[in-house]
């Protein structure tokens, strides 16, 4: 009887001391490289693209970060962006070369930063261009947008 109490009091400690680790540790997960994050990623930068190109800059605005045209007008920005574009002719193909995403969930809170490179061939040049998004208010937003020849 005794070796069967002491037996169960070890289980028990056990028990405790191996689940107390697991219950109490602070859940952060960190996740790189997911389809489903470029995926989302992608969808805003189509977005951008549709909506720069067309004029709608309201639409641009709203699915841009407010670090992306911090201290300047949002719309003369997107008026230069657009003209450049234009100045490029229309677009040919384009084709995503390089891609990251770290997304963070720590608490309920999800950080993440994402960085898409393209090579786009237009009728007048090709260029490179980069997308870095980031979460803001729990949404992927642009938060840079740089062309390089």
Not at 64 to 77: A, G, H, M, Q, W
């Amino acid at each position: 009887m005794k070796l069967m109490y002491n037996r169960i009091n070890l289980q028990i400690i056990l028990t405790t001391f191996l689940l107390f680790p697991l219950l109490s540790c602070n859940s952060t997960v960190t996740y790189s490289n997911r389809i489903e994050d470029r995926n989302a990623a992608e969808a805003k930068k189509a977005i951008f693209i549709n909506e720069l190109d067309s004029g709608n800059f309201s639409v641009v605005l709203s699915i841009t970060s407010v670090l992306f045209y911090k201290d300047e007008d949002p719309n003369r920005i997107f008026k230069q962006i657009k003209s450049y574009r234009e100045s490029l002719g229309p677009l040919i193909e384009t084709e995503l070369y390089n891609w990251t995403t770290n997304v963070t969930v720590s608490k309920g809170d999800t950080l993440g930063k994402y960085i898409l490179s393209y090579k786009s061939l237009y009728a007048n040049d090709t260029i490179r261009e980069n997308f870095t998004f980031i979460r803001e208010d729990g949404e992927v937003k642009i938060f840079e947008y740089n062309v390089g020849l």
